[in-house]
């Protein structure tokens, strides 16, 4: 039995969609089919085996159109393997340390709870100055957040790698 994939993500400025660009490539080169689609182009989840969903962090909020999507698939999201992650902390360190332990909003516990996903898992983001607006640069600024890119790939792709191995059993 083929295993397709499906990676979506919900990204404002393009950093978490090129983790999830990352997370796809590395199930393809174990061997997966993989679609990796932002969220508001996912259509039917009936054709996949899996998937692996994240969102940006803003706030210590993920993006609407990931909420909406994971409420309005709650029910086909439980019957399938799914993992999730958050791309969003900024900074050197310690991911967990970061983000005081966070792995998805306080608010939506119940509903990833109802998913169970088999893992979830947060990720060191990156911003990009030019790409933001003026009330992003004064949030910024008022709350003094690193700038940079501060993603560790190879905590990524590790991530990925155990996805795929459970995938294959």
């Known amino acids: 039995m083929e295993i397709k994939v499906l990676v979506a993500y919900a990204s404002k400025h393009g950093m978490t969609a090129e983790i999830a660009n990352k997370i796809g490539e590395t199930l393809k080169q174990s061997g997966l089919k993989v679609d990796v689609l932002p969220i508001k182009r996912v259509k039917k989840l009936e054709t996949y085996s899996a998937a692996v969903l994240g969102s940006a962090v803003y706030i210590a909020m993920w993006r609407k159109d990931m909420v909406k999507f994971l409420q309005k698939n709650e029910k086909l999201l439980s019957e399938l393997p ?7 902390p900024v900074g050197e360190g310690d991911v967990v340390e970061l983000s005081q332990g966070w792995r998805f909003p306080e608010a939506l516990r119940p509903l990833v709870e109802s998913i169970k996903p088999r893992e979830t898992a947060i990720f060191r983001g990156a911003i990009d100055i030019k790409k933001m607006g003026f009330l ?4 910024l600024k008022n709350v003094k957040a690193p700038t940079g890119d501060f993603r560790d790939w190879e905590s990524i792709e590790k991530w990925a790698t155990g996805i795929a191995e459970a995938l294959k059993k």
């Open 82 to 88: 799914v993992w999730i992650f958050s791309s969003g």
């Open 136 to 139: 992003e640069k004064w949030v």
